[in-house]
């Protein structure tokens, strides 16, 4: 069901501070345009979930695909100027395509919902399946249209952008919601359970915590490891071989996830993915190659997808129909809000205390997240095969 902007988007992500740093001659910025990025994401993602529940998931999905249309178009004549701040401001278009492509994989779940556990597990992690095949095909398209405007490097990367965009109004229009798939019903429940406490709830606070930190580690990992491997006497083409590494790492194993989770449930998966991050961590402290490089972020990656795929199991089955808007529009916002944060303090970070004591502070970061997976695993064993 995802259509491949999303994946092509994030291809054109993993060097944006190597972009970056052609626009603005303070180091501390060169991380602002995925941070704005992460920032209209972040804004956006209730604003989205509230506006599919009204009018459908079709609906917000084409509002999204206009959004990445805009971006890519303004990312272009941002670099015809030469402007860095109109550049941010078209990566703050693509958050909000951003936002609206994170509730594929919830649509997944929603299509399957009346399936078993494994179904749904292996629905949610087709969907970024399309995505692996965005990783694939995103360097090919790339490197044919990269040069497309001489005098702009980069320009026909964020060209593809667009196009891709366009491509995702095609392929929402042709695509054949279930009926009951497309719209969230307007149930008013008689007694409406507050925000507050759904987030006392401990699959919530597990899902919650494990995708946020996953993704905001993901997201460190990617926007430094090129200005890292430049750092280190590495090309950016060198760079962009191991970033795509990277991005196959995060979307290659949704062809197994699912069975994964349906086999051992989503408390294993999402420690696994852990772990994966945390070893690919301590690989890149203490190497500065590019076979280093390339096993610690492939490792990332695939840690990624295991806390996202697993989390987002984990947030489908911990709440009610009338609750899921809330707390999937809660979860996308405490979610981007973390990456976004995080994104504007890394370029600081690494130009305090280096390639070497960001991963320390990336392996802190996931060890909170394995302790609070630890920490509740009696309270929803019941509900989760791996936790029995």
């Given at each position: ?99 609206f ?7 997944a779940?929603?299509?399957?919902t ?13 969907v ?46 042709a ?20 925000l507050?406490?759904?987030l ?19 997201a ?36 197994f ?22 070893v ?31 989390s ?11 609750e ?32 070497h ?32």
């Amino acid at each position: 069901m995802r259509v491949p902007v999303h994946g092509d988007a994030r291809r054109g992500n993993t060097l944006l501070g190597v972009v970056g740093k052609t626009l603005t001659s303070n180091v501390h910025l060169v991380t602002a345009p995925y941070a704005v990025m992460t920032l209209l994401a972040a804004l956006t993602t209730i604003g989205a979930s509230a506006l599919m529940r009204r009018v459908g998931r079709p609906q917000g999905f084409v509002v999204g695909a206009f959004a990445a249309i805009l971006g890519g178009t303004l990312a272009m004549w941002a670099l015809w100027l030469h402007s860095f701040w109109t550049f941010c401001a078209a990566f703050g278009l693509i958050g909000v395509y951003e936002a609206f492509a994170q509730y594929y994989r919830f649509a997944a779940a929603e299509v399957v919902t009346h399936s078993s556990f494994a179904l749904k597990s292996n629905g949610i992690s087709v969907v970024l399946v399309g995505s692996f095949g965005a990783a694939v095909c995103g360097p090919w398209i790339a490197a044919k249209v990269r040069n497309l405007v001489p005098a702009l490097p980069y320009a026909g990367s964020f060209l593809s952008i667009a196009l891709m965009g366009v491509l995702s109004l095609l392929l929402v229009a042709a695509l054949k919601f279930p009926h009951g798939a497309t719209q969230t019903p307007m149930v008013r429940p008689k007694t409406r359970t507050d925000l507050f406490v759904l987030l006392r709830r401990p699959e919530i606070v597990v899902a919650i915590t494990c995708a946020t930190i996953g993704y905001t580690v993901m997201a460190a990992m990617m926007i430094t490891a090129p200005l890292a491997i430049i750092g280190y006497g590495g090309s950016v083409s060198v760079a962009a071989i191991i970033m795509q590494f990277h991005v196959a790492g995060m979307y290659a194993p949704s062809f197994f996830t699912g069975k994964i989770i349906g086999k051992y449930g989503t408390r294993p998966t999402v420690l696994a993915g852990c772990l994966l991050q945390l070893v690919a961590s301590l690989i890149a402290s203490y190497g500065e190659m590019v076979p280093a490089f390339a096993a610690a972020l492939l490792l990332c990656g695939i840690g990624w997808n295991l806390m996202y795929v697993g989390s987002t199991v984990m947030l489908t089955h911990s709440c009610s129909d009338e609750e899921r808007a809330t707390v999937q529009g809660a979860n996308e916002f405490i979610m981007f809000s973390f990456v976004t944060a995080g994104s504007f303090a890394i370029a600081t970070a690494l130009n305090r205390y280096g390639w070497h004591g960001i991963q320390i502070i990336l392996a802190a970061t996931l060890l909170i997240a394995a302790g609070v997976t630890l920490r509740y695993r009696w309270s929803y064993g019941q509900h989760d095969k791996g936790g029995q």
